[in-house]
């Protein structure tokens, strides 16, 4: 009977997707990846939603709405390991520079006041399908628990390719420095 592959599941939040787009530069790599792994849910496959166990979850993105809490909190129920991927997963990256104004003010900016605005309604968008801002940008793990962090805006392709197959060969993930510095 043939061994079951590891599932890797990746999902983002509020992100740019650059850090999946990274993942995408592991280049001929991934051909090796697909013999390893099986991918669940992930925007690499368009999967959206999560079916059992995952072995190893990667999250890219902060939580900067309801919407991201809700879809971090599902993904964490199903990850055996989850992993931040990336400064805005660690810790709220360029979305949360928002975090020193006042919501209110990031709003009126937003959709009222801002230099480039066009909105003759003279409203802020309420509609219930938008989701609903968090007062702040929050990392992953101050939402839920993670396991481990790759930082790097974003992470370098070898740099993601040595932890996942670290993890799933059950090696620790110990970087080289020229996969972890940024200067
Ligand atoms: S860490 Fe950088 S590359 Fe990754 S989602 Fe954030 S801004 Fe994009």
């Keep these: ?6 599932k890797v599941a990746t999902t983002s939040l509020c ?5 999946h787009m990274s993942f995408l530069d592991i280049d001929e790599r991934i051909l090796q990846l697909v013999e390893l792994v099986e991918f669940a849910r992930s925007p690499i496959n368009d999967i959206k939603s999560c079916e059992g166990e995952i072995d190893i979850g990667l999250v890219e993105g ?3 709405n309801e919407h ?9 129920k199903h990850c055996k390991v989850l992993i ?7 810790g709220g990256g360029v979305p949360a520079l928002r975090n020193t104004v006042p919501l209110a003010e ?6 009222l006041n801002g230099p480039t605005v066009v909105n003759p309604s003279g409203k802020v968008p309420d ?3 938008i989701p609903l801002l968090l007062d702040r940008v929050y990392p992953a793990h101050q939402v839920v628990k993670i396991d481990g962090f790759l930082p790097g805006c974003p992470p370098s392709a070898d740099t993601l390719w040595e932890a996942l197959t670290a993890l799933l060969e059950g090696r620790p993930v110990d970087l080289p420095y020229s996969l972890v510095k940024y200067d």
Excluded: H, Q, T
């Design 106 to 111: 990031c709003y009126e900016e937003a959709f």
């Design 62 to 64: 902060g939580c900067a």
């Design 15 to 19: 992100g740019c997707f650059g850090c």
């Design 127 to 129: 509609d219930p399908e």
């Design 68 to 76: 991201n809490v809700e879809v971090l909190r599902e993904f964490r």
């Design 1 to 6: 009977m043939s061994k079951r592959k590891p």
């Design 84 to 90: 931040s991927v990336g400064d805005c997963a660690i």
